[in-house]
């Protein structure tokens, strides 16, 4: 293994701080969005739902397109400054269509227009500025978990700020005041464009002091890293002392170049075709759903397929495939915290705290400052459980954050068993489903982008992380059909010929689907770790 210290490199703080400012401006907007679309626009919870599983299904559909631009054409730098413009320009645009509210067709046109931009940029800000954390540090060192979870803790503390200081200023009551809490979110977003463009070149570099990102991985020879494996059956592994052997850049090989035929092309077009077609049926014409549920399942073919991956490659990849699979079980559950939670804190939830009544918002802090809370101790937990060789694999730990997950819908489903429509509950029964939560999210989402960085060939680094995020793509639309289901009075739901009439049956869902895919993850994880070759 390489050798390391303890302290981390300055990069990470510096991708730390760019992620607090570019995940306030995202948060910020996101806490008004479903509020505003209701009490401004006002849509009914049928249509808000579609437009925001849309949306935020779309946000982590496009770090595919970033990535992959990135990787072939542009690099991580390029691409990381034209995803904050877009977002800029987006967050602006939502700020003109709260400020024409009372023109519901200019105003609608507008947030469509801010959304499209803050999706586009969104793709080629998330991919880029996750593998640079990556990057910071030499292959195989034990550090990268836990700068994972310090980046972590970065996001989440935009993600905490921003429902307080927008939803204070937006949340008011009275739909003109949306506008301000935009704003904000946009003026956020003004000052993490800045940031990047004054620091990038002094604290993007690698461990020898080169700069990161600045050409595409594609126009670069190949940089082959042989990782230690203790599979001594495997007769690809390398059986080596506890160190990683990074071959000399003088004696790299030079990448592959793989060219499709045109009936390689044709068939692929078919086949995408053919499943955006099968999707279109299922889902009733559901333009953006067919075509995310068709990316998820042809892309990530298209990448496994390709020429150059080495038999241990084309393994490890599968190992990202196979848990971006269980994730998607994870976030459809997690996501509705901006949905059907939502709902359920303004409805259901009694926010009155000593005479004064909490901001429906805010509940989108909640799980933000526990992330603040609790990433240093997991990310301590990592570095403790590795020094004495007992750290669990990623699969490993992405199965308990499932599981973790179904605990907390399993609370809060206790806490509205027999509990009348109408009728108020405490707020600690939602502030305890997501400090649960918040503890499964640290053992699955910074850990999953830790595991996407040290199995990817470098080549592929960005796309890779796209089809990670492509994953959580899937699970945001499906998390938008999913609050579909929420209990409302006169209407009659069912999910597989099961009636949902209660909160209770709607929560139970969750407890139940994430569970099961706890339960297979743990199953399939020794398998997974052998896939993998010596990365944990």
């Known amino acids: 293994m390489t050798t390391t210290t303890a302290k981390h490199p300055k990069g990470l703080y510096f991708v730390f701080s760019i992620s607090i400012a570019e995940r306030f401006g995202y948060y910020g ?105 990556g990057q910071l540090y030499e292959p195989g060192d034990r550090r990268l978990d836990s700068a994972y979870t310090i980046f972590y803790m970065g996001v989440n503390l935009g993600a905490f700020a921003a429902p307080l200081i927008c939803g204070f200023l937006g949340d008011t009551g009275n739909p003109a005041d949306f506008k301000w809490g935009f704003l904000v979110a946009a003026f956020v977003s003004v000052v993490c464009l800045i940031l990047y463009v004054l620091r990038k070149d002094k604290y993007l570099v690698d461990p020898a002091g080169n700069p990161i990102g600045v050409e595409a991985a594609a126009k670069k020879k190949r940089d082959t890293d042989i990782i230690k494996t203790t599979d001594n059956s495997d007769p690809n592994a390398i059986d080596s002392t506890d160190t990683t052997i990074k071959i000399d850049a003088n004696d790299t090989i030079p990448t592959p170049i793989v060219k499709y035929t045109f009936r390689e092309i044709a068939l692929w077009l078919v086949a995408a075709g053919g499943l955006f077609a099968l999707f279109m049926h299922l889902f009733k014409d559901d333009l953006i759903g067919a075509f995310i549920f068709t990316a998820t399942l042809v892309v990530p073919a298209f990448v496994i397929s390709d020429k ?195 909160l209770f049956d709607f929560f139970m869902v969750f407890v139940v689907m994430a569970a099961i895919a706890s339960l297979i993850l743990f199953l399939l994880s020794k398998k997974l770790q052998k896939l993998m070759h010596g990365v944990r």
């Open 29 to 133: 907007m996101r806490a008004l969005f479903v509020l505003y679309m209701i009490n401004a626009l006002m849509m009914d919870k049928e249509l808000s739902a579609l437009v925001y599983g849309n949306y935020t299904g779309l946000v982590y559909l496009t770090p595919l397109i970033g990535g992959y631009v990135a990787d072939k054409y542009w690099g991580m730098r390029r691409s990381t400054f034209w995803g904050i413009v877009l977002m800029v320009i987006g967050q602006l645009l939502m700020f003109f269509s709260a400020l024409n509210f009372q023109h519901p067709e200019p105003a609608r046109w507008l947030m469509y227009s801010g959304l499209g931009f803050l999706i586009f940029g969104n793709g080629f800000f998330k991919p880029n500025v996750s593998t640079f954390v």
């Open 308 to 502: 150059s991956l080495t038999k241990i490659e084309r393994q490890r990849i599968w190992v990202i495939y196979i848990i971006a699979f269980f994730v998607i079980f994870f976030w459809s559950a997690f996501e509705q915290a901006g949905i059907s939670l939502t709902y359920f804190a303004a409805e259901q939830t009694n926010r009155n705290i000593m005479g004064w009544t909490m901001p429906t918002s805010w509940f989108q802090s909640f799980n933000a400052v526990f992330v603040i809370l609790l990433a240093p101790l997991f990310a301590q937990l990592w570095l403790a459980l590795g020094a004495k060789d007992r750290e669990p694999s990623s699969p490993v730990k992405q199965a308990i954050g499932l599981l973790l997950l179904s605990l907390g819908y399993l609370l809060i489903a206790i806490g509205v068993q027999g509990v009348e429509p109408g009728v108020k509950v405490s707020i600690l029964w939602l502030a305890g489903l997501y400090f649960i939560h918040t503890m499964g999210e640290l053992c699955l989402s910074p850990i999953g982008l830790s595991m996407v960085n040290k199995l990817s060939p470098i080549r592929f680094a960005s796309l890779l992380m796209g089809v990670w995020y492509l994953s959580m793509a899937t699970a945001n639309k499906l998390a938008g059909a999913l609050s579909s289901l929420y209990p409302e009075e006169g209407k009659v739901k069912h999910l597989f010929g099961i009636e949902i009439a209660t």
